[in-house]
């Protein structure tokens, strides 16, 4: 079935060589070195790795009647494009849109990371069991300098998003890559989940989420890490002056709610 | 592997358990038996006797709790001796009483347990009471062989997509307001359409002769879902039909005839169950699981089950449903999910054997699983 899907988008954009790199329920993940309309071997100046796009492709589910699977999709995929746009007008580091194809499903974006020396990909989840593996008593690299900046930077844009009214709804260590290897900047991908919310509520549950899958994926060093991001998330809003104080005292005493809430206490994932 | 013998009766081959359910307007009794041995392939359980009797209130009104209680008071001694009966089994012969201890609605599920702990103080028999939830997800793999799917449980009263993890039967998404089955039960009483044999069938029969999709809003949020504002929308358009307004919206866009109720039903259907098969998806996605099982009243339903099974072999794995003797609140998967907790130890004193609610499906602690 996978296959019938990618041969399917193969067909819809002919000569566009696509590599699946990952697939969720929703979308599948595809790397290309064309650009949607500049001529082969011609980039823009903007981009961190010129010559690498990501194609994220909603394919057609067939269980749906098909006016609401065009509805679905076409809303989906526009709402995280204006997301994305709107990330790079504010400045937030975030993968640049290059092109979408709403109807279809399709969006087009920059490629933001690079590889480990381990050969993976730069996600922040491989990067810190990268560090991990390497960590002993004596030399905690896990816990070095550059980690804590990294977590406080990771910290600071997700205050930057929320001060901003939108909510990312999908933070994980596998959602976080580290874009440059020199100064170990970070940013936030996969914004599929994401939407303007207004509500405490739902930035405390987005900080939860993240608490959550840090403490599964890294259950060493979670407190630390945790730590700092939440320090660069405290700073951005501090910065912000009297508004963003009174929003990080509103977010923060509902993340201590929705903590203790058993509902998502017992829950897994 | 659990030791499942360990509390066996020395010398008996087998264990025999009562279920009595009344979580809803549905009563419920079942006898099950089951042979010494793990459950497998070549060791199922026996289901000896399942009777019910459904509360229905009339068109256009739900059932209350008072009426509900009622109705289970008047009726519980008779499906007891009915069940007792059809199976054969002498009082004496059986292992264990299992009651639903919740969750549920408080007074129905009160008149069963003061007819389970009579009845055990009658029979000198230990209690063992059940989570409904548990009940429908270890009937439903017992009688599909589904060995772990992600169970999507769809009832009046529940909506959740579970997935087993060590031990507990976890929720990975929910319904934030209201349950589906209720969703569609308060649309039928809006359309005034029959409670028999239930609104949510009779929606059903109206949908397949709907063919207008009316834009309803979709509320999908991550595995969770929303459902009362798509019915506060659809009863508003309802309204509108029936009191002849000649609003855009109640002319479809593309041929220009107006929507009738089927098309309604059809909308609300299609809507309603693409978010359900959404979350399931990435609830197996997440999971990596290919295998769906769907438990519950609303699991009845042809089209929710046609939708999952596009969706699951999309996926090359399979759906397993049951039918409408073991969707439907039933006895026998509270006999059954009871006398599983029995045989590893379970019971409860008279004294906890108050019912609960809001009784969570991943407060169990399933030690009749190891894997």
Same mark, same amino acid.
């Given at each position: ?269 | ?283 197996? !996605? ?50 059954? !999910? ?34």
């Amino acid at each position: 079935m996978r296959d019938q899907i990618v041969d399917d988008l193969q067909l819809r954009i002919p000569t566009v060589p696509l590599r699946l790199i990952s697939q969720g329920a929703e979308a599948l993940i595809f790397m290309t070195n064309q650009h949607p309309y500049l001529p082969a071997g011609v980039n823009p100046c903007d981009v961190d790795n010129p010559g690498k796009y990501i194609i994220k492709y909603r394919p057609p589910k067939p269980y749906r009647h098909p006016k609401l699977d065009k509805r679905i999709t076409a809303t989906r995929t526009s709402s995280e494009a204006k997301l994305l746009h709107k990330l790079y007008q504010l400045g937030v580091k975030a993968p640049k849109l290059i092109a979408i194809d709403a109807p279809n499903g399709l969006i087009w974006m920059e490629f933001l990371g690079y590889q480990l020396p381990d050969m993976r990909y730069s996600s922040l989840k491989n990067w810190l069991w990268l560090l991990e593996r390497e960590s002993d008593r004596d030399h905690p690299v896990a816990l070095a300098d550059n980690v804590k900046d990294c977590c406080n930077g990771i910290g600071r844009s997700i205050g930057v998003l929320h001060l901003h009214g939108i909510v990312h709804g999908d933070l994980t260590t596998s959602n976080i890559v580290l874009t440059d290897e020199a100064t170990l900047k970070p940013s936030l991908i996969d914004f599929g989940l994401s939407s303007y919310s207004g509500l405490p509520e739902d930035r405390a549950v987005d900080l939860y989420v993240l608490e959550r899958a840090l403490k599964s994926t890294h259950p060493v060093y979670a407190e630390k890490y945790w730590e700092w991001i939440l320090d660069g998330y405290h700073d951005v809003h501090e910065e912000d002056g009297k508004r963003g104080r009174k929003k990080y005292s509103e977010t923060i005493s509902r993340f201590k709610e929705v903590r203790m809430r058993g509902r998502k206490r017992t829950m897994i994932g | 592997m659990v030791d499942m013998d360990a509390f066996a009766k020395p010398g008996k081959p087998y264990y025999l358990a009562l279920g009595m359910e009344g979580s809803a307007n549905k009563l419920g009794v079942g006898v099950i038996k089951h042979h010494l041995g793990p459950l497998d392939e070549n060791n199922r359980a026996e289901i000896l006797a399942n009777v019910r009797s459904t509360y229905n209130a009339p068109p256009g009104q739900g059932f209350l709790p008072r009426d509900t209680a009622r109705h289970h008071r008047n009726w519980v001694v008779r499906l007891v001796e009915k069940a007792l009966k059809d199976s054969g089994v002498k009082v004496s012969d059986l292992d264990c009483l299992c009651f639903t201890q919740g969750p549920g609605m408080g007074a129905p599920l009160q008149s069963v347990v003061v007819a389970a702990r009579t009845l055990s103080q009658l029979w000198e028999l230990p209690l063992v009471g059940v989570n409904h939830c548990i009940g429908h997800i270890e009937m439903g793999r017992e009688i599909t062989g589904a060995r772990n799917p992600v169970v999507l449980y769809v009832s009046g009263g529940n909506t959740q997509v579970i997935a087993y993890s060590r031990q507990r039967y976890r929720i990975f998404g929910e319904t934030l307001d209201i349950a589906i089955g209720n969703c569609l039960d308060r649309f039928a009483r809006t359309l005034h359409i029959p409670n028999d044999p239930s609104p949510g069938y009779n929606i059903e029969q109206l949908a397949r002769k709907g063919k207008h999709l009316v834009e309803l809003p979709y509320t999908v949020k991550g595995m969770d879902l929303s459902m009362s504002g798509i019915l506060e929308y659809v009863d508003g358009l309802a309204h509108d039909l029936f009191s002849g307004k000649k609003s855009k919206y109640l002319y479809d866009e593309e041929d220009g005839e107006r929507i009738t109720v089927e098309d309604l039903c059809f909308s609300l259907q299609e809507n309603l169950f693409s978010m359900l098969v959404e979350i399931t998806e990435r609830a197996m !996605a997440h999971v990596d699981s290919n295998q769906v099982l769907i438990v519950g009243g609303v699991g009845c339903n042809e089209r929710l089950q046609e939708m999952m099974g596009i969706m699951a072999g999309d996926r090359n794995g399979s759906i397993y449903a049951t039918d409408e003797r073991f969707c439907i609140d039933n006895g026998i998967m509270i006999a059954h !999910a009871g006398l599983l907790a029995y045989r590893v130890g379970y019971g409860n004193e008279l004294e906890d054997t108050v019912c609960r609610q809001k009784f969570r499906t991943d407060e169990v602690y399933v030690k009749w699983r190891d894997d």
